[in-house]
C-alpha cells in the first residue's frame, strides 16, 4: 500500500492572515473613533517559560497596533498586591483586555486573581463566569479562551466539517482540555475527553475524526492510535533533549508526527502549529472587546 500523508494545517501562516486582518481592524477603529485596543498583560515572578511567551504576545500586540500595558510583578508579590493591579486594570478605561500568564507562584490562588478580572476584559476567557456560559446550552461566553478557540479557527479554516463528527480531546486543564471539550459539542461534535486516569486510552483515540492533544506528553500518541484520515490537532510544546542543535533541545508535539503524517488526514506541525493560533486570539478577543467597549 502507498504511504499516505496527511495535509499539514500551517498554523504560522493561518496566524499571519489573521494578525493582517486586525491590523486593517485597528486601522479603522482609529479612522472611526480615535483610540486604539489596549491590553494589559500582567506577569508575576522570572519564570523563563512565562516571560518567553508574554514577550511575544506584547511584541505581536505592537504589530497590529494594540498599545500593550505592561505589569510586571515581582515573585514575592502578595495576593492582594496582584488583586489590587487586576482591580486597577479593570477601571482603567483605555484597557480593554487584561491577562494574567499562568502558571502563578504557588503563594498566590490562581482562581481568587482570576476571577477578580472583569468578564468584559477577560480576553483570555479564564473567568468561571465565561467558562459558565461556555459549557452552557444557548448561552454565549464574551469570550472563549485563546487555545481552544485557535484550534477551532485551524478546524475551520482547514474546511474539516465537525458536526456530528468523533471528537477526542486528550487532557482536561481549565487553559486547553476542558475548554476545548466544551466548545467541540457547542460545534455539535460527539466529544470524549480522555485523562490521565482514562483505560486504554488508544481505543478510544483510535475512534475519533477529531483529536485534539494537549496532554503535555512528549510523542505519546503513535501512528497506531490514530484513525486512518483522521483530523490531528497537536497543542503539545515539548522541550526534549536534542544534542545536535545549538540550543540542545528541540521542541515536540503530544503527537509522534513522523508517524501520524502517514495515517492522518490532516496534522498540526510543533512548532508552527497551534502556538502561532494562541497568540493571534488573544489580539482577536482583545480587538473584539475594545469594540464592544468602544461602540457601546
Ligand atoms: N499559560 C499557558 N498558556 C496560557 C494562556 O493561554 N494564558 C495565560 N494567561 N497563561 C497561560
Not at 482603567?92 to 478580572?117: A, D, F, R, T
Not at 510523542?219 to 510544546?237: H, L, Q, R, S
Request: glycine content about 8%; some cysteine; charged content about 25%.
Amino acid at each position: 500500500m502507498a504511504s499516505a500523508t496527511a495535509r499539514i494545517i500551517d498554523g504560522k501562516a493561518i496566524a499571519q492572515t489573521i494578525r493582517d486582518e486586525l491590523a486593517a481592524e485597528v486601522r479603522s477603529l482609529a479612522e472611526s473613533c480615535g483610540k486604539a485596543p489596549g491590553l494589559a498583560v500582567v506577569i508575576v515572578g522570572n519564570r523563563k517559560d512565562s516571560q518567553t511567551y508574554v514577550a511575544m504576545k506584547r511584541k505581536a500586540c505592537a504589530e497590529v497596533g494594540i498599545r500593550s500595558f505592561n505589569v510586571d510583578l515581582p515573585e514575592d508579590v502578595s495576593e492582594a498586591g496582584v488583586i489590587q493591579k487586576v482591580q486597577e486594570l479593570n477601571s482603567n478605561p483605555e484597557v480593554h483586555g487584561i491577562l494574567v500568564q499562568l502558571p502563578l507562584p504557588k503563594h498566590i490562588n490562581e482562581e481568587n486573581v482570576l476571577s477578580e478580572i472583569i468578564i468584559q476584559k477577560d480576553v483570555d476567557g479564564f473567568h468561571p463566569l465565561n467558562i459558565g456560559k461556555l459549557a452552557m446550552k444557548g448561552r454565549d461566553p464574551l469570550f472563549l479562551p485563546c487555545t481552544p478557540k485557535g484550534c477551532l479557527e485551524l478546524l475551520l479554516r482547514s474546511g474539516i466539517s465537525i458536526k456530528g463528527k468523533r471528537a477526542v480531546v486528550v487532557g482536561r486543564s481549565n487553559i486547553v482540555g476542558l475548554p476545548m471539550a466544551l466548545l467541540l459539542l457547542k460545534e455539535d461534535a460527539t466529544v470524549t475527553v480522555v485523562h490521565s486516569r482514562t483505560a486504554d486510552p488508544e481505543r478510544i483515540i483510535r475512534e475519533a475524526d477529531i483529536v485534539i492533544a494537549a496532554a503535555g506528553q512528549a510523542m505519546m500518541i503513535k501512528g497506531d492510535w490514530i484513525k486512518p484520515g483522521a483530523a490531528v490537532i497537536d497543542v503539545g510544546t515539548n522541550a526534549v533533549n536534542d544534542p545536535s542543535r545549538k540550543s540542545g533541545y528541540r521542541l515536540v508535539g503530544d503527537v509522534d508526527f513522523d508517524e501520524a503524517v502517514k495515517v492522518a488526514g490532516w496534522l498540526t506541525p510543533v512548532p508552527g502549529g497551534v502556538g502561532p493560533m494562541t497568540v493571534a486570539m488573544l489580539l482577536k478577543n482583545t480587538v473584539e472587546g475594545a469594540k464592544r467597549q468602544l461602540t457601546q
